[in-house]
């Protein structure tokens, strides 16, 4: 397991897909889930031996929805090791500098207009979240140089400013006060393929520029001022993290909420079990943050069916127990 | 001092800086030859660190130029910088999470492209580096696990790595025991001599600097007091002028070297 990283965790997240597409409502033995999907491709040919109800629950329903949880897991993650590594914190995660709050603002907005359409929140949240970082770059900026402190407290400021005003709008506007309660604990905000097709070029270009951005994050892990010595561009690479991981972030809060713990916690994980190198961290905490939130979102959709948790209390209650035991576990100690 | 008929290889003209409104650096001019050692001394807040901080371009210059090989540098990207000159922080506990290996490899970041990847020449520039200041047998071992003097060693190997002409080090021997402060200064001077390159030193150990250095630099409130040898430098009055400490200055009976002892 320690040896062979990728494959260890690849595998895992083909195993969670496949639970994720089998498991719900109703129950599609994994064999059938795996041959109706096979079946879609032009070289295999499969006889239907199953309900074609199965079919349309599969492919209509779970298929894109699992997809989209998959993404989501993976960019939260992703931008999570990113933002660790930029700010070389333990506790920093994807919405640090602000995005979420900016995307929850953004979201609650567009509830609070009578007679807008469901399937503009997730532009409203996504516009929401990179102007909150537009703007929280722009407060930070010194001359020509953003000071990772500033960038962390003006992330702070702005982001209990966007939160407070979303609690107001919630207060004031007692309809939406269940939906975007259910946005802000990561219930998600869209259903079929035509929002995933809209959303897939974000997360795909932001999760490439991410692992893109491994081996500058590895030279900052000497500070900023030996990455310069060395040679890094520091100003520029500050700035290509921070607009990787918002895009991704920003793309994944839009369409699935805010899901707490899984930008924070996968990446400790993986730098516990494989190290600190960031070539390495930034790809295995995407393919974990995967697996996390498919099996997350399997327990949020079971637990309670037919009803369905927001599977941001899901990652959360069962995250934060699990991950103590980890850290309790492991000897050795997380180096910074 | 060497004489050559070369021009100097590290130019600083009229070189100051600040911090905000405080003058940190005044109007410095001076010169570092190839395969010369030139130690910088000065009370705490003289500008030693300064000086290493606007040479390496993370501080920018309030006036004045600073030339390698006869080229204005305060032009240069930070990669090319880190081609012409490198710098040897004091060790400190960052990056505890890399291996020896993969730290050293990090001064090769001026050569790669940004994804990181090293071709046969950086790996061989790596090893070479490692075995010179005898780290490569601690190759696998994480930073965060081995000794300060051992860390030490990492970060010269590091800045050899980066196979610059000109080599600056941040009072290298701060934290280090004995041993570890004149195993690395013999590895210095080894390097010098055998790969002519050029040191700019900042230290607090005067007759280390004494030992050590071809030319010695006083500095002292920004400004530069006293350039020369160290029998020139380190004189009574120029001691007691900068540190406000009294000092007997003698020739080491065995070694020739001119030392300083505080008589206070």
Request: neutral net charge; aromatic residues 8%; hydrophobic residues 50%.
């Amino acid at each position: 397991m320690k040896t062979r990283p990728f494959l260890v965790i690849s595998l895992l997240l083909g195993f969670s897909f496949l639970l994720s597409i089998a498991l719900g409502a109703v129950t599609i033995p994994p064999g059938n889930a795996l041959r109706i999907l096979l079946g879609r491709l032009p070289w295999f040919e499969f006889f239907g031996d199953w309900p074609s109800y199965f079919e349309t629950i599969l492919l209509d329903l779970r298929l894109p929805h699992t997809i989209l949880v998959a993404l989501t897991g993976m960019a939260l993650a992703g931008s999570g090791a990113s933002f660790q590594g930029l700010f070389r914190n333990p506790l920093a995660d994807p919405y640090l500098i602000g995005v979420a709050s900016g995307a929850g603002l953004g979201a609650i907005i567009v509830m609070s207009i009578p007679q807008v359409g469901r399937f503009l929140i997730p532009i409203g949240a996504f516009l929401g979240g990179l102007g909150t970082i537009a703007a929280v770059y722009r407060l930070a900026k010194v001359g020509r140089i953003v000071p990772l402190t500033t960038l962390i407290l003006a992330g702070v400021a702005i982001g209990s400013f966007t939160s407070a005003l979303t609690s107001f709008l919630m207060l004031i506007s007692d309809e939406m006060i269940l939906q975007a309660m259910s946005f802000l604990l990561g219930g998600s905000t869209v259903a079929g393929w035509e929002p995933l097709v809209i959303a897939l070029p974000y997360f795909t270009v932001g999760l490439a520029l991410l692992v893109l951005g491994g081996h500058s994050l590895n030279v900052l892990q000497f500070g900023e001022e030996q990455a310069q010595q060395l040679g890094l561009h520091v100003e520029r690479v500050k700035l290509f993290i921070i607009i990787s991981a918002s895009l991704t972030t920003a793309a994944a809060v839009s369409f699935s909420g805010v899901i707490g713990f899984v930008g924070l916690v996968v990446p400790h994980i993986i730098r516990l079990v494989w190290g600190g190198d960031y070539k390495k961290l930034i790809p295995l905490s995407i393919l974990g943050g995967g697996v996390t939130l498919l099996l997350s979102d399997i327990l949020a959709r079971t637990i309670m069916a037919p009803g369905y948790l927001p599977v941001g209390i899901v990652t959360s209650l069962i995250g934060a127990p699990f991950f103590l035991w980890i850290l309790r576990r492991a000897k050795k100690e997380v180096f910074w | 001092m060497k004489q050559n008929n070369h021009p100097p290889i590290l130019q600083i003209r009229s070189l100051s800086a600040n911090y905000g409104d405080v003058i940190a650096l005044k109007d410095i001019s001076l010169d570092v030859q190839q395969g010369e050692i030139v130690g910088v001394i000065g009370p705490n807040g003289a500008g030693k660190s300064t000086l290493i901080k606007v040479l390496s371009g993370v501080l920018k210059a309030s006036a004045g130029e600073v030339l390698i090989n006869q080229k204005e540098v305060s032009t240069y990207s930070p990669s090319q910088r880190a081609r012409t000159l490198a710098v040897v922080p004091q060790a400190r506990q960052l990056g505890g999470a890399f291996s020896v290996e993969q730290a050293v490899l990090l001064g090769r970041t001026a050569y790669l492209g940004f994804l990181g990847k090293p071709n046969q020449d950086d790996l061989e520039k790596v090893q070479w580096a490692m075995e010179q200041t005898e780290v490569d047998f601690l190759a696998d071992r994480k930073l965060a696990e081995i000794s300060g003097g051992e860390q030490q060693r990492v970060l010269l190997a590091r800045a050899l790595a980066q196979d610059t002409p000109v080599l600056l080090l941040d009072e290298p021997t701060n934290h280090l025991d004995l041993k570890y402060q004149v195993n690395l200064l013999k590895l210095v001077k080894k390097l010098v001599r055998q790969e002519g390159l050029s040191v700019l030193m900042a230290m607090h150990d005067l007759n280390q600097v004494s030992g050590t250095a071809d030319r010695v630099v006083l500095l002292a409130n920004g400004q530069l007091k006293a350039i020369g040898s160290p029998e020139e430098v380190l004189t009574q009055e120029n001691i007691l002028q900068a540190y406000q400490i009294e000092i007997d200055t003698f020739t080491h009976p065995k070694t020739n070297k001119h030392m300083i002892f505080p008589t206070e």
